[in-house]
């Protein structure tokens, strides 16, 4: 029998299972819903290259839910998809959510981590960075126009540069650079500023909007960290499964589907699956669930594992009642988009990101309408919280997910802030920015977390403890973004990794 059985083979299952697999005692099986590759040599170029995101409408690389919700369904997960975004969340982050969950959640305990995983390859020499990790972590040198462009205007506008975003809390930003290390300002500009047809910033319009908008002396605009190698994406299937797939005490079985876990009592010991018309059951000592947030609620909820009311209207029944789904949490990011001429070369879709407050401003390199320049405006850290539930005990018919975005009049404000100041830094006119402006260029940031939040037993939101062990429920962890019990304030690709990491090095003591 299996010792250790992972269900999803996404950004936290590909952690998970290498670190695991590492001990020849162990024997470790995964199930992936999706499509999988032999080896590293048969990925498909669009898988490496990370100017490209394979999530269109054509694609069959994403599971989809109402409202143009998407996440990877593949070898990697979205890590084998994303823009390559690899930012820590900051200190305060995890000041929150060690509050919520335990210490070991503290930055403190969680720093080493991030460094073991990483190789930094501008400043892994520095204090609280890693180098000679498996994930490698750079930054763009050579940027489209577009990101140069904005990198100027944040200057002209009065903001710091920030050399390293990864910086941890607590230390300096690094102010000497090896030899091999370039500035991080773009060294060659084009003539942007005071061009024909281009209107220059004007930094008295900032006095009002920047304080309005919460800025603060750790605020300002950087190079994105991404795990890019050689001109390759490099998410966790490259740089953890893929590596260890010849391990004889790992298998990665693809393209099967996992409906239901095998209960005895309380205990887990199996699951059943579907893969095409063949149906079967596999056994194991422990169960991880790492099928990202949606899809490991809803294998919990399917299971009898979930609130009352729900798995008694599905007909489910109840093994434990438990608050799955009731509380999740994204980034709302409103689209301001204005005419601008040709689009750039090919590039990672962020070369530089500004920081105000909870505010994220993203000006994409690729251009989403033909013509028309992006600049996302995500609210890192919403009032807002949204719930999951399934409307079927069908794993085909997808869960639904309400968002409750810009239900909170704060919420709506802080928006408000970022697109005035998006307009004020690209001299643009936008608006009235009024609610129904809001609603109508409003989508998500992709980065569902916290429908199994984390927390003690007491607790009548947590599903499961420190360690993403299920209350009430043996031999069943959780180990995805669907624990995190706090709104991250950055992307939650490095977060995903840490906390697979970590959880799995607890797993083996």
């Excluded at 670190?19 to 999706?34: H, K």
């Excluded at 010991?269 to 059951?281: D, F, L």
């Excluded at 409750?404 to 802030?417: M, P, S, T």
């Amino acid at each position: 029998m299996t010792s250790t059985l992972i269900v999803g083979a996404g950004s936290a299952g590909c952690v998970l299972a290498a670190r695991l697999s590492a001990d020849p005692a162990r024997s470790v099986r995964v199930f992936e819903a999706g499509p999988a590759f032999p080896t590293v040599g048969e990925l498909p170029f669009a898988l490496l290259d990370p100017g490209h995101l394979p999530v269109g409408p054509e694609s069959r690389l994403v599971w989809r839910y109402p409202g143009n919700l998407v996440r990877g369904k593949l070898i990697g997960g979205s890590g084998a998809i994303n823009g390559s975004y690899f930012v820590r969340p900051p200190a305060a982050d995890f000041a929150a959510w060690s509050a919520v969950a335990g210490p070991r959640w503290s930055f403190d305990s969680i720093l080493p981590v991030f460094c073991d995983l990483e190789d930094d390859k501008d400043f892994g020499w520095a204090p609280g960075h890693g180098a000679g990790g498996p994930i490698p972590i750079s930054r763009t040198r050579d940027f489209t126009e577009f990101s140069a462009e904005f990198a100027e205007r944040c200057e002209v506008a009065g903001f710091a540069e920030i050399p390293d975003l990864n910086t941890p809390n607590g230390f300096e930003q690094p102010r000497s650079r090896p030899a091999t290390s370039r500035g991080c300002l773009p060294q060659r500009r084009p003539p942007i500023l005071g061009s024909p047809g281009v209107p220059d910033v004007d930094p008295a319009n900032f006095a009002d909007i920047v304080t309005r908008s919460g800025a603060n002396p750790a605020d300002g605009f950087g190079r994105v960290p991404l795990t890019v190698s050689a001109g390759l994406r490099s998410g966790p299937a490259f740089t953890h499964l893929y590596p260890a797939m010849d391990r004889p005490n790992l298998t990665v079985t693809s393209d099967t589907m996992v409906t239901r876990l095998l209960l005895r009592g309380t205990r887990v010991i199996g699951v059943e699956w579907a893969r095409g018309r063949e149906r079967g059951r596999t056994y194991a000592d422990h169960t991880v669930l790492c099928a990202g947030a949606v899809e490991s609620a809803a294998l919990l909820i399917r299971s009898g594992i979930g609130p009352e009311p729900l798995l008694r209207s599905l007909g489910v029944p109840i093994v434990r009642p438990a608050p799955v789904g009731a509380w999740c949490s994204d980034h709302p990011e409103i689209g301001v988009e204005f005419p601008d001429g040709e689009p750039d070369e090919p590039s990672v879709p962020l070369e530089y990101v500004l920081e105000i407050g909870d505010l994220e401003l993203r000006p994409y390199t690729q251009m989403f309408t033909p013509g028309l320049r992006r600049v996302g405006v995500a609210l890192m850290h919403p009032e807002s919280s949204g719930e999951l539930t399934l409307v079927s005990t069908d794993p085909t018919v997808p869960a639904r997910v309400d968002q409750r975005y810009l239900r909170g009049e704060r919420d709506r404000a802080r928006l408000r802030d970022g697109v005035a100041l998006t307009a004020d830094l690209f001299g643009r006119r936008i608006g009235p920015v009024d609610d129904a402006w809001l609603h109508a260029n409003l989508g998500t940031s992709q980065h569902l977390s916290g429908t199994c939040r984390m927390g003690p037993a007491r607790d009548e939101r947590a599903v499961v403890d420190e360690q993403g062990r299920v209350h009430g429920i043996e031999a069943l962890t959780v180990a995805d973004l669907s624990v995190v019990p706090v709104p991250l304030r950055r992307g939650p690709q490095a977060a995903t990794v840490m906390l697979a990491a970590s959880i799995a090095d607890h797993m083996v003591v």
